[in-house]
């Protein structure tokens, strides 16, 4: 974090705003995040004489935990969404990267009182 700090300081300030431009150039659509964690649990149904009764339990399945928290807990995911959950969460994470980058150089424009 340090060295990457170091880094926009030796930076002049019209290569500072190229790699803001760039950076919200990447950011492109911003349709397909989501913010949370995916897990996956295994159950236990409960009826006796099942082979998760036997240790066999049933799953994987998935599930869903918003961030900041919304309604709550974990929320199962079916099979067929588990993809774009993945997909979305990965999205997310490459936005708010992104979005720490331009403020990163924001806050060094500050610095140098050119920030508009
Ligand atoms: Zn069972």
């Known amino acids: 974090m340090d060295a990457h700090k170091n880094d926009l300081r030796?930076?002049?300030t019209d290569q500072l705003l190229a790699r803001r431009r760039a950076a919200a150039a990447r950011l492109g659509d911003v349709?397909?995040?989501?913010s949370g964690t995916?897990?996956?649990q295994s159950r236990r149904?409960?009826?006796?004489?099942?082979?998760?009764a036997a240790g066999?339990?049933?799953g994987p399945y998935a599930y869903f935990t918003a961030r900041p928290a919304g309604r709550g807990?974990?929320?199962?995911?079916?099979?067929?969404?588990?993809?774009?959950v993945r997909r979305c969460l990965q999205r997310d994470a490459e936005v708010r990267s992104t979005l720490a980058e331009i403020s990163?150089?924001?806050a060094e424009?500050?610095?140098?009182?050119?920030?508009?």
């Open 31 to 34: 349709e397909q995040v989501l």
């Open 45 to 52: 149904c409960g009826r006796p004489g099942c082979r998760c």
């Open 73 to 84: 807990r974990a929320r199962y995911v079916p099979a067929s969404q588990e993809e774009a």
């Open 38 to 40: 995916l897990t996956e």
């Open 10 to 12: 030796d930076l002049s």
């Open 109 to 116: 424009l500050l610095a140098r009182r050119e920030l508009e």
């Open 104 to 106: 990163a150089i924001n």
């Open 56 to 58: 066999e339990p049933h």
